[in-house]
């Protein structure tokens, strides 16, 4: 799918190199130029989706930052190691009260926050995010309300409030379910053989987690094999 229309707005896209940004920033790929990703080192568990990040840009030949931001002792979750366990599957990631153990406090706020700042200081005034509706009700800053609202501060805090470009954040995907999202990106041509979406840490998925079982269940839906997995095994590490 190319966009055909002038390729003269650049864009910042959020990336992790998960499922979801993947396909964000393919979507934008045939949308935007100049294309930057930026990739947040907070101290998660899965580290390694920072490597596999940055190597998937550079196959795609997209400007790539990755920003340190170590989170952990400043804010609680399972992903910064704060002692609480990580549910198994997604169903029982939901029986828990209040946002699973896996949220990060206002992370997508904070990210957003600073693909401001870095978009305006380079010129890029749209911005692009892999929130999805499989993730909405367990993740406040993933939502379309979320989406509209911090547009709206981005806009009031930076120098758009005082006449200049005005920020755009693109969510795509924000209606979409896991497995729409992969059926897009395969479309989009997307690589999604060192995308990581699993939560403990390891290049082999723990087949686990809530988000090991999200992606397990959107790939035999769509009767496709996982790239990732397809990738482990031939690599001798699956």
């Known amino acids: 799918m190319q966009y055909n229309g002038p390729m003269n707005k650049g864009a910042v896209v959020l990336f992790s190199g998960g499922i979801d940004s993947t396909t964000a920033l393919y979507w934008a790929r045939g949308r935007f130029a100049p294309l930057w990703t930026l990739i947040f080192d907070y101290g998660q568990l899965h580290h390694i989706e920072v490597e596999m990040a940055k190597r998937s840009a550079y196959n795609l030949g997209v400007g790539c930052e990755v920003v ?7 804010v609680s979750s399972a992903l910064l190691a704060d002692g609480r366990p990580i549910a198994a599957s997604l169903a029982e990631s939901r029986r828990e009260p209040g946002p699973p153990s896996t949220y990060v406090p206002f992370r997508n706020g904070i ?34 309300a979320f989406v509209r609202k911090m547009q709206a501060a981005i ?18 995907l924000v209606q979409l379910s896991k497995q729409e999202i992969i059926a897009l990106g395969c479309k989009l041509g997307a690589d999604y053989s060192h995308s990581i979406s699993c939560y403990r840490g390891s290049e082999v998925p723990c087949g686990r987690c809530p988000s090991c079982d999200v992606r397990a269940q959107a790939f035999a839906k769509l009767g496709k094999a996982d790239p990732l997995l397809a990738r482990l095994q031939k690599e001798g590490k699956a």
């Open 68 to 74: 340190r931001l170590p989170l952990q002792g400043l």
């Open 111 to 144: 990210f957003l926050a600073l693909a401001a700042a870095f978009g305006e200081s380079h010129g890029c005034f749209r911005l692009v995010a892999g929130f999805n509706s499989i993730d909405a009700p367990d993740y406040p800053d993933t939502t379309e």
């Open 155 to 172: 806009n009031q805090g930076t120098s758009a409030a005082k006449g200049r470009q005005r920020f755009k954040i693109h969510a795509p």
